[in-house]
């Protein structure tokens, strides 16, 4: 009998230390001694929820990109108008703006800083109006591709690489020199 | 230019992307998504090769589809063949779909890597940038092998693009994050340095992120990049908002730049160098300053970029915590914001605050916003800024403030978001233990968290009341009062009823003197709530019952009835089937002794790190409480003990005894061994109040129902006459038999021939401090019990015994010792010693204790010397000359010739032999080198005259320190002892 109440404290004691320490899922693993500043994500969605561009600065495993994507997409669009475009989630702090129809939103390490971040995400706004000239959702689901390459001017490996606007647009339009004239493409088949 | 974004289209695609915007259902959108597939595998495998153009437009098609959701498993090979395309758009598709979709398919990685590896050997820069871009998207570790020898050499050549090397810094820095090892330093990781310098700025911003990496792991080999930083730095800062053209935004300039520069430095200590240091002390009272100034622009845009860089720099002073100046202009700046009208600012000053509260410097700075903080928490209409006020509440919390912050929180917790709940009580939880003051506030707390957020509060909350209610008995009796109370309201949590089913099981008896609360009103209560409680629940109420029936025999009946209920003894659940059947035979076979050992008080709970705050380290990720709370825990605890050493004299033993007890109450076990009073006297104040008739003493009812045990052990406890008020101890205690005296007993006792103060005994769970004073053949002995852990000793019992014939030589009387002594606590025991005759044994102190449930048992010898009842007797020359003459007989005289332990010191001999008690005679021995001593040994029976001669020789013939003592006696054996005990001394 005295088992009993040995495993009636044992229990106590148990279960308030160390319960809690199995792991969960980290986004920086193994990466902890490099600098806290970098960003996970970006992601465009509409008010309706509708994925319009993902970007992934770090590997992930596609459920946790799903989950992810999911995550923001409620959280964000819960928010009430005129309240702070930053959020505590996971270790992340998430800064989101609302562009017209477009949320843009994107995912920090701890320290990284909020008020910068909002204005990565306006400059590259910036970046898309002056490439498709007063920028709608139209335009980056129609040009997707070319919302992805403009982003890759502008950040690379979740860093900023060139902050100047006529630089970015200067190295688009180069590239754009590079394409094929219109008239070659409209000769081929729609299939 | 639209012209060409949009037309350079591929026709195909629009039409796909129209037709899928067109779907009216989701069932339609991938019915059209499944036809599109197959189409397209039926062209990548058709005869036919595809041209480029086609490729790229099915490539694209199944990008887009993976975009809207869909899982992709063809078209990969498809995509590396546009990679080897000599046309722009075609690669620039294929890297983007490589980008997006790759897998770890090694095959497919080396054929990636051709293309890459050709693109990089371009020397186009618009290729090499996408292969730089491909890399850096995937940044597998085949590639960081592949490319890792490249990158530098390509971001360090004269002759790469500017652009090419932005692109070049990244990628490498991805490519270092993941595979560091890959990456090696070499000579181009000065030149990288250099790159600060750099007059290009977007090369200069890329690669600034690069160093902060490096640096951040090979601080020495890059701390020349300071100076260059901070070079920089003032540069952008007093630069006109125009001078640097586009990188100027919203009429800051170059606020990225400068953020960055800003973070490399908060990787390194302030600058030594001195004129470093101006130039930036400089640079951040700019940024401080400019903040005062007018917007020069009415945009967000504006304000958000120049404050980027403020608090950026509010974090580098706060990093190096050493500029009082700076730090507390930054806490005044950060109280602007507080009020500020934008939700973002007194988002920002909110969190910025959190650090700030942690510095000395501005804690006290910090906590003069405590009402507009409160205020937020009140009134704010977003959450997550309301969160913020929460968290720096909590921060700047101190012992100050706590009570008004934690009814703020508890108040706030009522309204509070759901999501933030459950960290909110953790927070509460902490602060009402870390600084509570007295317990009854911490159980009232902690009570009223349960009241109104019950559903939030963890198991680490309730079990963290328990561990503190079971290792603290001044206030068992105030948490049953309260928890009683508690459990009356017509619906309360379930937690609550765990809480009070603990508490109530293992101390009801201290109130059950009340009407009002006697045992079967408390039973009663507890069981109207059994039937709404889960199993977990009803099975910890199973074990309260059966508590019940050793704390209260009158119960048994009922409880036993109770548990026969087929509701209990048929159970459909395992546990408490198992329970009800074995509590209910416990409770009807075992003897009232056995129960009574059975179901014994539990015994107090390691101390540890509190598990809340784990749990709370745990929610908020790694760094974000755990250090400054330790830090901060380490820094009280070392005030708090710093005051009295504790194997110190025994001055500083009687003042910590004697100091009030501090109001510090420790609980989360950070500290250690702060000083409280033995006998709590709230204990019993708090109980007065409403209980006063109950017993108040720890040990009531469960003592009264032992069978008075007449065990021999008890008598050898009691010192002689004095058995009767001393409480019988437990039995698990009388049941063992006292240990051997300790083998280091007989140096300890050496120690105090020629002192009476001092530490006795010390080892990692008790010291023993002695005071002694004697007159005639009478002495006095204090001993002081220290309890070194935090953790209460139980059952503490002193026996002191004087073993064989020294019983009719000495009498000695142990007055009875509190049986408790709390975590860090003293107690003291008076001994008083009466000198029969003389002697040469010491007497024996048993001590035994429970010490976390262990039994602690030890003896030590007693200092009791012979010595230490003399009398000092001054004579002249003549006199002790006669004498020594009158006591010539051999069997009177004792002598020993032994080397020195100790030195030669003289100031030191003469230290010792007048603590030896003796009179030290000047100007006797015609020999000054020499000491002599005479004194009367006093006892009962008879006074033993006494003459001592030490004789030093410093160089005797073997070349040591040697001595000789002579002592002669009136009685020969005492001469003997006294030999041997100062043999010791010298």
């Given at each position: 009998m005295r088992m009993r109440f040995e495993k009636f404290c044992s229990h106590y004691h148990a279960m308030s230390f160390g319960k809690y320490f199995t792991s969960r899922f980290i986004l920086r693993d193994g990466r902890d001694f490099l600098s806290r500043y970098q960003m996970h994500f970006l992601l465009l969605f509409s008010r309706q929820g509708k994925l319009r561009l993902q970007k992934w600065f770090l590997p992930l495993p596609e459920r946790e990109r799903k989950k992810i994507i999911r995550d923001m997409s409620t959280m964000v669009l819960a928010r009430k108008p005129r309240t702070c475009n930053f959020l505590h989630w996971r270790d992340l702090k998430i800064v989101y703006k609302r562009y017209a129809s477009l949320y843009f939103c994107c995912g920090l390490e701890n320290q990284d800083n909020e008020l910068l971040a909002l204005e990565i995400l306006h400059r590259y706004v910036e970046l898309l109006d002056k490439y498709f000239g007063n920028v709608c959702e139209l335009d980056i689901i129609f040009n997707f591709e070319k919302a992805y390459f403009i982003l890759d001017e502008f950040l690379m490996g979740g860093e900023i690489q060139e902050t100047s606007k006529q630089s970015i647009v200067k190295s688009i339009e180069a590239s754009d020199m590079l394409q094929e004239t219109m008239e070659e493409y409209m000769n081929k088949p729609a299939f | 230019m639209p012209a060409v974004s949009k037309g350079d289209g591929m026709r195909g695609l629009a039409v796909f992307i129209s037709d899928i915007r067109n779907c009216k259902s989701k069932e339609a959108e991938i019915k059209r998504i499944n036809k599109e597939l197959a189409n397209i595998r039926s062209k990548f495998k058709g005869d036919k090769a595809l041209d480029g153009y086609s490729k790229k437009k099915y490539v694209c098609k199944l990008l887009f589809i993976f975009l809207l959701g869909h899982d992709i498993d063809f078209g990969h090979m498809e995509a590396v063949n546009l990679l080897s395309s000599n046309k722009y758009t075609e690669k620039q598709i294929g890297y983007l779909f490589i980008s997006v979709l790759v897998n770890s398919n090694s095959e497919l990685i080396r054929l990636i890597n051709n293309a890459i590896k050709n693109d990089l050997s371009s020397r186009n820069p618009t290729f090499m940038c996408l292969a730089l871009h491909c890399i850096a998207n995937v940044g597998s570790r085949e590639m960081a092998e592949a490319f890792a020898g490249e990158i530098p050499r390509i971001l360090v050549a004269g002759d790469t693009m500017d652009s090419v090397k932005q692109s070049a810094a990244l990628c490498?820095?991805?490519?270092?994050?993941?595979?560091?090892?890959?990456?090696?330093?070499?000579?181009?990781?000065?030149?990288?340095?250099?790159?600060?310098?750099?007059?290009?700025?977007?090369?200069?911003?890329?690669?600034?992120?690069?160093?902060?990496?490096?640096?951040?792991?090979?601080?020495?080999?890059f701390k020349t990049c300071v100076s260059l930083a901070v070079s920089r730095l003032s540069r952008i800062v007093s630069s006109a908002s125009t001078d640097l053209q586009d990188y100027t935004y919203?009429?800051?300039?170059?606020?990225?730049?400068?953020?960055?520069?800003?973070?490399?430095?908060?990787?390194?200590?302030?600058?030594?160098?001195?004129?470093?240091?101006?130039?930036?002390?400089?640079?951040?009272?700019?940024?401080?300053?400019?903040?005062?100034?007018?917007?020069?622009?009415?945009?967000?845009?504006?304000?958000?970029?120049?404050?980027?860089?403020?608090?950026?720099?509010?974090?580098?002073?706060?990093?190096?915590?050493?500029?009082?100046?700076?730090?507390?202009?930054?806490?005044?700046?950060?109280?602007?914001?507080?009020?500020?009208?934008?939700?973002?600012?007194?988002?920002?000053?909110?969190?910025?605050?959190?650090?700030?509260?942690?510095?000395?410097?501005?804690?006290?700075?910090?906590?003069?916003?405590?009402?507009?903080?409160?205020?937020?928490?009140?009134?704010?209409?977003?959450?997550?800024?309301?969160?913020r006020a929460a968290d720096l509440l909590y921060a700047m919390c101190d012992r100050s403030n706590a009570k008004q912050i934690v009814a703020e929180m508890l108040s706030y917790l009522e309204t509070a978001d759901y999501s933030i709940r459950e960290e909110m009580v953790l927070k509460v939880a902490i602060l009402a233990e870390k600084y509570a003051v007295d317990y009854s506030w911490y159980v009232d707390t902690i009570l009223n968290l349960i009241r109104i957020a019950g559903d939030y509060v963890s198991e680490e909350v309730w079990y963290r009341v328990i561990q503190i209610v079971i290792n603290r008995d001044d206030v068992q009796g105030y948490a049953a009062k309260t928890v009683f109370e508690a459990l009356q309201a017509p619906a309360c949590h379930e937690n609550m009823v765990k809480v009070g089913g603990y508490i109530l099981g293992e101390f009801g008896n201290l109130i059950a003197g009340d009407p009002r609360s006697s045992p079967l009103v408390q039973f009663n209560l507890l069981h109207s709530k059994f039937h709404l409680c889960s199993v977990p629940t009803r099975a910890l109420l199973l074990s309260a019952y059966i508590k019940f029936i050793n704390l209260f025999p009158e119960t048994k009946s009922t409880i036993q009835e109770v548990l026969r209920s087929d509701s209990q003894i048929r159970n459909s659940d395992v546990e408490l089937q198992q329970r009800a059947v074995e509590y209910l035979k416990l409770s009807s076979i075992a003897s009232t002794d056995v129960l009574a050992t059975v179901l014994e008080e539990m015994p107090p709970f390691p101390e540890r790190e509190s598990s809340?705050?784990?749990?709370?380290?745990?929610?908020?990720?790694?760094?974000?409480?755990?250090?400054?709370?330790?830090?901060?825990?380490?820094?009280?605890?070392?005030?708090?003990?710093?005051?009295?050493?504790?194997?110190?004299?025994?001055?500083?033993?009687?003042?910590?005894?004697?100091?009030?007890?501090?109001?510090?109450?420790?609980?989360?076990?950070?500290?250690?061994?702060?000083?409280?009073?033995?006998?709590?006297?709230?204990?019993?104040?708090?109980?007065?109040?409403?209980?006063?008739?109950?017993?108040?003493?720890?040990?009531?009812?469960?003592?009264?129902?032992?069978?008075?045990?007449?065990?021999?052990?008890?008598?050898?406890?009691?010192?002689?006459?004095?058995?009767?008020?001393?409480?019988?101890?437990?039995?698990?205690?009388?049941?063992?038999?006292?240990?051997?005296?300790?083998?280091?007993?007989?140096?300890?006792?050496?120690?105090?021939?020629?002192?009476?103060?001092?530490?006795?005994?010390?080892?990692?769970?008790?010291?023993?401090?002695?005071?002694?004073?004697?007159?005639?053949?009478?002495?006095?002995?204090?001993?002081?019990?220290?309890?070194?852990?935090?953790?209460?000793?139980?059952?503490?019992?002193?026996?002191?015994?004087?073993?064989?014939?020294?019983?009719?030589?000495?009498?000695?009387?142990?007055?009875?010792v509190e049986p408790l002594i709390e975590g860090g606590a003293q107690v003291q025991q008076v001994i008083n010693i009466e000198s029969l005759t003389d002697f040469f044994e010491a007497p024996l102190l048993n001590i035994k204790f429970r010490y976390g449930g262990a039994l602690q048992n030890l003896t030590l010898?007693?200092?009791?010397?012979?010595?230490?009842?003399?009398?000092?007797?001054?004579?002249?020359?003549h006199d002790f000359f006669q004498r020594w003459k009158q006591l010539s007989q051999p069997q009177q005289e004792a002598q020993k010739?032994?080397?020195?332990?100790?030195?030669?010191?003289?100031?030191?001999?003469?230290?010792?032999?007048?603590?030896?008690?003796?009179?030290?005679?000047?100007?006797?021995?015609?020999?000054?080198?020499?000491?002599?001593?005479?004194?009367?040994?006093?006892?009962?029976?008879?006074?033993?005259?006494?003459?001592?001669?030490?004789?030093?020789?410093?160089?005797?013939?073997?070349?040591?320190?040697?001595?000789?003592?002579?002592?002669?006696?009136?009685?020969?054996?005492?001469?003997?002892?006294?030999?041997?005990?100062?043999a010791e001394q010298f």
């Open positions: - | 490498l820095l991805r490519l270092y994050k993941t595979s560091p090892d890959l990456v090696l330093m070499g000579e181009w990781t000065s030149r990288v340095v250099h790159l600060l310098n750099d007059q290009h700025m977007g090369v200069v911003t890329a690669a600034i992120s690069l160093i902060t990496c490096l640096s951040q792991k090979n601080p020495d080999e919203y009429f800051v300039p170059a606020p990225w730049l400068s953020c960055k520069l800003l973070r490399l430095l908060q990787c390194y200590p302030p600058p030594e160098d001195g004129a470093v240091k101006g130039r930036l002390v400089e640079c951040l009272e700019t940024i401080l300053n400019k903040a005062q100034e007018p917007p020069k622009s009415k945009k967000v845009q504006h304000s958000n970029a120049k404050n980027a860089i403020l608090f950026e720099a509010i974090s580098l002073i706060i990093h190096y915590d050493s500029e009082p100046n700076l730090l507390v202009r930054a806490c005044n700046q950060l109280g602007q914001f507080l009020q500020h009208r934008e939700t973002n600012l007194r988002y920002l000053a909110l969190e910025s605050m959190c650090t700030l509260a942690s510095s000395e410097f501005s804690h006290e700075a910090v906590k003069t916003h405590i009402e507009t903080v409160i205020n937020a928490l009140k009134t704010e209409r977003d959450v997550s800024v309301r969160q809340i705050l784990a749990k709370l380290k745990k929610k908020k990720g790694p760094g974000a409480v755990s250090v400054n709370e330790l830090e901060e825990g380490k820094r009280e605890g070392g005030e708090l003990n710093g005051g009295g050493e504790r194997g110190g004299d025994n001055s500083a033993i009687a003042a910590s005894n004697a100091s009030t007890p501090s109001p510090s109450a420790d609980l989360l076990g950070l500290r250690t061994g702060l000083p409280v009073s033995a006998a709590p006297p709230t204990a019993g104040s708090l109980l007065v109040d409403v209980f006063s008739e109950a017993g108040v003493n720890d040990d009531g009812f469960l003592r009264d129902l032992e069978p008075p045990t007449e065990s021999s052990d008890s008598l050898l406890a009691e010192g002689p006459g004095d058995s009767d008020s001393t409480p019988p101890p437990p039995p698990s205690v009388v049941s063992e038999e006292p240990a051997p005296p300790l083998p280091e007993s007989d140096e300890l006792l050496n120690k105090f021939v020629c002192k009476n103060n001092g530490v006795l005994f010390e080892n990692q769970l008790l010291q023993i401090g002695i005071k002694s004073e004697y007159r005639q053949n009478l002495g006095r002995m204090y001993l002081f019990y220290g309890n070194k852990t935090s953790v209460q000793f139980v059952t503490f019992t002193t026996t002191v015994t004087c073993p064989g014939e020294l019983q009719s030589h000495l009498n000695v009387q142990a007055k009875p010898k007693l200092p009791v010397t012979i010595n230490k009842f003399f009398q000092p007797t001054e004579m002249a020359s010739i032994f080397k020195a332990n100790h030195g030669m010191d003289t100031e030191v001999l003469k230290a010792k032999l007048l603590g030896l008690g003796m009179a030290l005679l000047e100007n006797v021995d015609p020999n000054p080198e020499n000491f002599v001593c005479a004194g009367v040994i006093q006892s009962k029976a008879q006074q033993v005259g006494s003459l001592l001669r030490l004789e030093p020789n410093a160089q005797a013939q073997s070349g040591e320190q040697m001595y000789r003592l002579t002592v002669r006696s009136s009685k020969d054996t005492v001469s003997k002892r006294l030999c041997e005990l100062l």
